[in-house]
């Protein structure tokens, strides 16, 4: 750990400083390459620039609480984003801090030891951030870009270097001060839609974020300090369902795009299959992701999705003795998971989807090239090319 001084286990300790840590745990250069390369792939799927119709699928574990766990996860999918590259764009979800309603675990950076959760001794917060960014170190080497929800605004100066996507989520997507950190991020920044399953939060935080903010944070010396953020063009929506119950069917997505091109956005729009698109039951999973496959093919303005997904299906609880050998490996313990088999499934389901709406216009263009090459552009007949999503008539 180079020159860094581990402070000693008490309820108020020194936190690493974030530069100090990325100097320590630094990102080689081929994976500086390819997370800019990953950010660049994910604002050109954005902006529906030269993504030849390929999906983003943003999935992982609802939370990363077993290191080791997270690395065997990565390099499953490693291999599924491999397999798929022509239709998915895949970037792991490695989700280190979580909001909660009231209260429960906070993640990895907060609670590496689960500790807080059995009324254990105090959590260790460095021994939290080195974990996190040793995880996401490894998944990134595997070259997956990676997700991550950036909560607490000095604890995502942790990672700023390493993640393709920061998410808000949906108890923040309205805070001033995530729409400030949002701006000054140098990935692109999904916001949910909020609790209640309204849209335009979501929308005014991808105005506030795309402008300058004054950002009070901590210099290099670990003094407090403000300065100018520069606004981040690059934001998109994500549809995740709330209280008044799922919005992923095609009529919430039509209004989607609607309210954003109405407030003159681009309509970038992920789905999450989980939280209140599931209904927080994981085994609703599949069936969402079902429907959003057949939107897709049928021309849908989806630009990805999101699914929580572990290496075994369900959740656990952490065991009340405080014994993390007794907990079930690749279970999560926040929200449930579809497991490793369904998450291939799925995959695959929407890896076809994708491939039907990528045939649509390319049978269009071999088709009209082949009628250009026979010269018969003058004759009468009519030919109907129907594919999934088009009608074109030569
Ligand atoms: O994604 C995880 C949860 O949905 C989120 O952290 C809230 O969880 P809670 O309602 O159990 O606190
Ligand atoms: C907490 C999450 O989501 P949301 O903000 O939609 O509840 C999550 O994706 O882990």
């Known amino acids: 750990m180079g020159n860094i001084q581990q402070p000693g286990k008490c309820h108020s300790a020194p936190l690493f400083h974030p530069e100090s840590l990325k100097l320590a745990m630094p990102l080689d250069e081929a994976t500086e390459r390819t997370v800019q390369w990953n950010r660049d792939t994910v604002r050109s799927l954005l902006s529906q620039r030269h993504s030849n119709g390929r999906l983003m699928v943003i999935i992982g574990p609802c939370s990363i609480h077993d290191p080791d766990a997270a690395l065997d996860y990565a390099s499953r999918l490693a291999?599924?984003?491999?397999?798929?590259?022509?239709?998915?764009?895949?970037?792991?979800?490695?989700?280190?801090?979580?909001?909660?309603?009231?209260?429960?675990?906070?993640?990895?950076?907060?609670?590496?030891?689960?500790?807080?959760?059995?009324?254990?001794?105090s959590p260790d917060l460095n021994k939290g951030?080195?974990?996190?960014?040793?995880?996401?170190?490894?998944?990134?080497?595997?070259?997956?870009?990676?997700?991550?929800?950036?909560?607490?605004?000095?604890?995502?100066?942790?990672?700023?270097?390493?993640?393709s996507i920061g998410v808000i989520g949906a108890r923040t997507t309205e805070s001033q001060t995530h729409r400030e950190m949002s701006s000054d991020m140098p990935m692109p920044m999904g916001f949910k839609n909020g609790t209640d399953g309204g849209l335009k939060v979501a929308i005014d935080?991808?105005?506030?974020?795309?402008?300058?903010?004054?950002?009070?944070?901590?210099?290099?010396?670990?003094?407090?300090?403000?300065?100018?953020?520069?606004?981040?063009?690059?934001?998109?929506?994500?549809l995740r369902g709330g209280s008044q119950g799922p919005n992923f069917g095609s009529e919430?997505?039509?209004?989607?795009?609607?309210?954003?091109?109405?407030?003159?956005?681009?309509?970038?729009?992920?789905?999450?299959?989980?939280?209140?698109?599931?209904?927080?039951?994981?085994?609703?999973?599949?069936n969402v992701a079902a429907c959003l496959a057949d939107q897709i093919v049928a021309g849908a303005p989806i630009t990805g999705?999101?699914?929580?997904?572990?290496?075994?299906?369900?959740r656990q609880d952490v065991p009340n003795n405080g014994d993390n050998q007794c907990l079930k490996y690749g279970v999560s313990i926040t929200d449930g998971c579809v497991?490793?088999?369904?998450?291939?499934?799925?995959?695959?389901?929407?890896?076809?989807?994708?491939?039907?709406?990528?045939?649509?216009?390319?049978?269009?263009?071999?088709?009209?090239?082949?009628?250009?090459?026979?010269?018969?552009?003058n004759e009468k007949h009519q030919v109907k090319v129907h594919t999934s999503d088009i009608t074109v008539s030569v």
């Open 79 to 121: 291999e599924a984003a491999k397999q798929h590259h022509r239709e998915l764009f895949i970037v792991m979800r490695v989700y280190v801090e979580k909001p909660r309603t009231t209260v429960g675990w906070k993640g990895l950076i907060h609670d590496p030891d689960h500790a807080q959760t059995v009324g254990q001794s």
């Open 205 to 238: 935080a991808m105005t506030a974020a795309s402008r300058s903010h004054t950002i009070v944070g901590v210099d290099n010396e670990g003094r407090l300090g403000y300065h100018l953020s520069r606004g981040n063009p690059d934001t998109f929506m994500i």
């Open 252 to 286: 919430h997505i039509q209004n989607a795009e609607m309210e954003l091109l109405r407030a003159g956005k681009t309509p970038s729009i992920v789905v999450d299959c989980s939280h209140g698109n599931s209904m927080k039951d994981y085994r609703n999973q599949p």
């Open 305 to 314: 999705v999101m699914i929580e997904s572990n290496i075994n299906q369900g």
């Open 339 to 377: 497991g490793w088999h369904e998450t291939e499934l799925i995959l695959n389901r929407l890896a076809v989807a994708v491939r039907e709406r990528q045939a649509g216009p390319a049978m269009v263009e071999s088709i009209l090239t082949m009628v250009t090459a026979n010269n018969i552009e």
């Open 129 to 163: 951030v080195l974990a996190s960014r040793q995880v996401m170190l490894n998944v990134a080497k595997k070259g997956l870009p990676i997700a991550t929800e950036l909560l607490h605004p000095l604890l995502a100066q942790f990672f700023d270097d390493i993640v």
